[in-house]
């Protein structure tokens, strides 16, 4: 199945590494114009030497005040990706207020920011539009050290169905990505211990890590027309981790 991107335009946020920015390449060879969003200015110009033709702005989303006024002036948008997440691991005793605060601010605040400045745009527009937020399994199945993480994604995964509900009638679809481990640079790093790994892995029909671009391709079939009577689930990307 191709999908196109032709004369579409698409936001990704955490574009710099892992997912993000195996998505940009991708959008980019699928024909769309893509702007891409990082915190980390290395990242991002590394990026533009490998795809010039993006556009790259470099900004910490968890800042609501500094990041709103800035997507405000990127123009149209058709699609939009909030990729961008970060995880602070601790036993629920210890969690500490300062790294909800960091998580939450992160993996759903600024979700809700930046999709309502795009959303708005896209009502405006009248041409509908889709948006996937990148969430986790974690949302939906309690795993240690994860209180605080597993928390904004599933705050993340209503945040999806409402806005499904409420921009729905615009013709804009919301959807989700519930993604296991991924094999990107930093999942390699953190799952390489086979004690680590194999209490994951055996949770695991397939026994076996998501590949980024399982979790890319499904990116684009949620993004793309072919999945025009699609929005507001939550989409699981886990070798059957949630079957059993």
């Not at 030497?49 to 609501?64: H, K």
């Not at 209180?147 to 509900?165: E, F, G, Q, W």
């Not at 519930?178 to 640079?185: C, G, S």
Request: hydrophobic share 45%; net charge negative; charged share 20%.
């Amino acid at each position: 199945m191709e999908v196109n991107f032709s004369n579409k335009r698409v936001l990704v946020t955490g574009a710099g590494q892992g997912i993000g920015r195996a998505l940009v390449k991708k959008l980019v060879e699928c024909g769309a114009k893509v702007v891409a969003v990082s915190r980390t200015k290395h990242h991002l110009d590394t990026l533009v030497e490998e795809v010039p033709d993006i556009e790259a702005i470099c900004i910490e989303i968890s800042d609501w005040a500094i990041t709103r006024p800035v997507i405000e002036t990127i123009g149209h948008v058709d699609c939009l990706v909030n990729n961008a997440g970060i995880a602070i691991l601790a036993p629920f005793l210890e969690a500490l207020p300062e790294d909800f605060d960091k998580v939450f601010d992160t993996n759903v605040k600024a979700v809700l920011n930046i999709s309502q400045v795009v959303a708005k745009g896209m009502v405006e527009r009248g041409k509908g539009g889709s948006i996937v937020n990148i969430s986790s399994q974690a949302s939906k199945a309690a795993v240690a050290d994860h209180a605080v993480y597993s928390s904004s994604k599933a705050a993340l995964d209503m945040l999806t169905r409402v806005m499904a509900l409420e921009l729905g009638p615009h013709n804009i679809r919301v959807n989700c990505l519930n993604p296991t481990v991924v094999m990107t640079q930093m999942g390699r790093l953190g799952w390489s211990d086979p004690v680590k790994s194999e209490g994951m892995l055996s949770k695991i029909p397939l026994h076996r890590f998501a590949e980024v671009d399982e979790v890319v391709n499904a990116i684009l079939f949620l993004l793309s027309d072919k999945a025009s009577m699609i929005t507001g689930v939550t989409l699981p990307i886990d070798g059957g981790f949630l079957a059993c």
